[in-house]
């Protein structure tokens, strides 16, 4: 029944088409008209499907394909990136520290050797605790106080012209840092304003003068009275000494 609609559908179909060459359009009756209202629109359907299979072929034919081998592929070298960050961690642990004042190697050598002072020499001649230094600190114009819980040590020096000439002596030019060791354990010297802080002495010694320069840190008021040793490390650049004195 279907083919004999369609086949009356192309007749009247072409009827109608080859008509439109002329001057007269054929009339067409109710039936006649679905007929090829019919056939028009399964024409379109059809045509419209096989529009849409070939879209969808080509996008399937675009589509990259990925082989077996590739994947295998993508997989080794995914693991092979963790392996190597894994690694690149590993020898950033390794890493060893290097501490450089280990092998540092100390000078035998006296303080004026040291801070090179010619024709001058210093001599340690002691050491007192306090809470506060100067005591009488109305006739000097800066007084040094220790910290509550702590004490003042105050190591004392005397810096002698041994020359026949005046001899100036710049100690606070030459860069050196101290510290105090005390029962073994180092302490940095206090920064002070002390015009005979030795760290920090500027001034001339007339021929056979000498003046008293003192070295200052803190300590805990309860190791005042178990002091056993005492000795200072000066350190310049590249250069580090440690002279004890008692």
Known sequence: MKKKVTGAAVVLLSAAITAGCGNEIPELNEQQQELVVEYA???????????EEKLVELTLE???VQTEEEGEEAIPEEEENKE??????????????????????????SMEE???????KITYTGYETSSAYPEHGEEF???????????????????????GAEMPVDISQSGTRFKIAVNGQEKNA??????????????TLSPAEGTELVLICEIPREEVSGITSLGVTMKNGDRIAAVPLF
């Open 141 to 163: 114009h800066f007084v040094m106080n220790a910290t509550e819980g702590n004490e003042l040590l105050i190591l004392k020096f005397m810096a002698e012209n041994l020359s």
């Open 84 to 109: 190597e960050e894994i690694q690149e961690e590993s020898d950033a642990e390794q890493v060893p520290v290097i501490d450089n004042t280990q092998g540092q190697q100390y000078e035998n050598v």
């Open 41 to 51: 629109a399964s024409q379109l359907l059809k045509h419209d499907a096989n529009h």
């Open 190 to 203: 206090l920064t002070t304003m002390l015009v005979n802080d030795l760290v920090y002495f500027q001034g």
């Open 62 to 64: 675009e589509e990259p």
């Open 114 to 120: 040291f801070l090179n002072l010619n024709s001058v």
